[in-house]
C-alpha cells in the first residue's frame, strides 16, 4: 500500500516568503520516491523533514526544470533520478561512473502502486506521478505546475468548453484535463492538496472529447 507525503508545502509568488515548490515523498513498499527537489534554499529543510520517516530515498524525480523544484538533486547521491525523458543513476560497480537511460515509453512503472507520466503546458516538458492508494481506493496525483493551486480547479471548469471549440489544442488545458481525469486528490506545484470530487466526469469528457 502506498504512502503519499507533503514535506515542503509550496508557496506563490505573492507569499511573504516568496515563492517556492512542494516537495512529496512517495513510500510504495522498498521504493521511496521523492518528488522535487526544492529551492536553493530548504535543503536542510528537506533532509529534516525526511528523518521522520524510517526509510532512504532511492528514486527522486522532477516535475521540471524550474529551479524552485530541482535545486537539490545533489543531496540525493545514491538515488535514481527521473527528469524529463532521462534517466540517471550512479554505477553499482564503479560508484564514480554515472549511468544514464531513457524512459522507453509513457507512462512509466515506478514501483507497484507509482507511474509517471509526461505531459506539457506549463514548460515543454512535465512530468506527473500517479499514485492508486489501495486501502482509500483512491488515486493521487503530484501535479507539479500544471496545477498551481486549488483555483485551476475552478478556472478550468470554466475553460472546458475552450478545448471543445478550439482548433488548436491548448497544451495546457489538455495536461489539466488529464490530471482532473486521473486523481482524486491533486497535489499541485504551490498550493495546498485539494479534493476532486468530479474526476470520472473529468474522465468521461475527456473520452467524449477524443473520441465521440
Not at 156 to 181: A, R, T, V
Not at 196 to 202: A, Q
Request: hydrophobic content about 40%; aromatic content about 8%.
Amino acid at each position: 500500500m502506498a504512502e503519499c507525503h507533503v514535506i515542503i508545502q509550496g508557496r506563490p509568488n505573492d507569499d511573504p516568503l516568496g515563492a517556492t515548490g512542494t516537495v512529496g515523498l512517495i513510500i510504495d513498499g522498498t521504493t521511496v520516491i521523492l518528488i522535487d527537489a526544492g529551492d536553493p534554499w530548504n535543503g536542510s529543510e528537506i533532509l529534516e523533514k525526511l528523518q521522520s520517516f524510517p526509510c532512504t530515498v532511492n528514486h527522486v524525480v522532477v516535475t521540471h526544470g524550474h529551479l524552485d523544484h530541482c535545486a537539490n538533486l545533489g543531496m540525493f547521491p545514491n538515488a535514481t533520478i527521473i527528469m524529463d525523458w532521462d534517466i540517471g543513476r550512479r554505477s553499482k560497480e564503479n560508484p564514480k561512473r554515472a549511468e544514464y537511460s531513457v524512459i522507453p515509453q509513457w507512462p512509466f512503472r515506478i514501483s507497484d502502486n507509482c507511474e509517471i507520466m509526461n505531459l506539457s503546458g506549463h514548460t515543454a516538458s512535465d512530468t506527473i506521478a500517479i499514485v492508486q492508494n489501495c486501502k482509500n481506493k483512491i488515486y493521487v496525483v503530484y501535479a507539479g505546475d500544471l496545477i498551481e493551486d486549488s483555483q485551476d480547479l475552478t478556472k478550468f471548469e470554466d475553460l472546458q468548453l475552450e478545448l471543445l471549440n478550439s482548433e488548436e489544442e491548448n497544451e495546457l488545458l489538455s495536461s489539466q484535463e488529464f490530471i482532473f481525469g486521473a486523481g482524486d486528490i491533486i497535489i499541485p506545484g504551490h498550493g495546498i492538496q485539494f479534493k476532486n470530487s468530479d474526476r470520472l466526469l473529468f474522465l468521461f469528457f475527456s473520452f467524449w472529447r477524443r473520441f465521440m
